[in-house]
């Protein structure tokens, strides 16, 4: 059910998100770096694209010699509360932006099952080292929105940055395939370094930016997967 979700949602915002004005083009890598961030949902999606296609040499080679510089200290949600109680946080410093692993030839091996922070990533021009992506205020409401409900799909699970969630989730049977081609101390230290995934407080769009995001949360809402709308499905109805 949670996939069925999460593929609803990931074709939602790609059918809402069709009429911005991107400079992004195939081949575009500037912005594919190793600071993604995603559930366990979203890994499960990826894990199962790779044992599928028989890529599970080739995938925990490249998950193996990778690791993120800076992790992320709280999950969105987290975030989303703190900012909503008012409460005092520390913002962090941008981390080096390495090269994404799953990059071959400046195009991703996972692309069909990227996690949603690379899809939502687009820009109004021509991105360059030390020229980052160029968003507007609307569509990152709309698109930090969506974060938040991937969020509250996954609550209770892992949620972290992409390299640590993946040989996390190896740890479970299903992807014993993957797991036999990693390191157990890899698989065991990811475990340790994801947060968790928070339930929804509350968005963060202001009355300004609803008129943009509103129209895009009802009809992810008021979808209906196997005769039960979304928005029940998340809340336990």
Known sequence: MKEKILKTVYEIFTVWS?????????????????????????????????????????????????????????????????????????????????????????????????????????????????????????????????MQIIEHLGQKEYWGNMLDVLPALCDISEHHTVASHLDNVVIMEARMRTLTAKPLPGFLFTEEEEQTVAPLLQTIFNTEIMGRRIEDILNGR
């Open 18 to 146: 069709k009429d911005f004005d991107v400079a992004c083009h195939r081949g575009c890598f500037v912005c594919c770096t190793r600071n993604v961030t995603m559930t366990a949902v979203e890994g499960e999606l990826i894990l199962r694209y790779i044992r599928k296609n028989k890529m599970e040499h080739q995938f925990a080679e490249r998950l193996q010699s990778a690791s993120p510089k800076k992790r992320p200290k709280m999950t969105t949600n987290d975030f989303a509360r703190a900012c909503l109680q008012e409460k005092m946080y520390d913002f962090e410093e941008p981390s080096p932006e390495e090269k994404c692993p799953f990059l071959e030839d400046n195009l991703c091996i996972i692309y069909p099952v990227r996690p949603f922070v690379c899809r939502m990533m687009i820009s109004r021009h021509q991105c360059a080292k030390g020229q980052p992506a160029s968003l507007s205020n609307d569509y990152l409401a709309a698109a930090t929105a969506v």
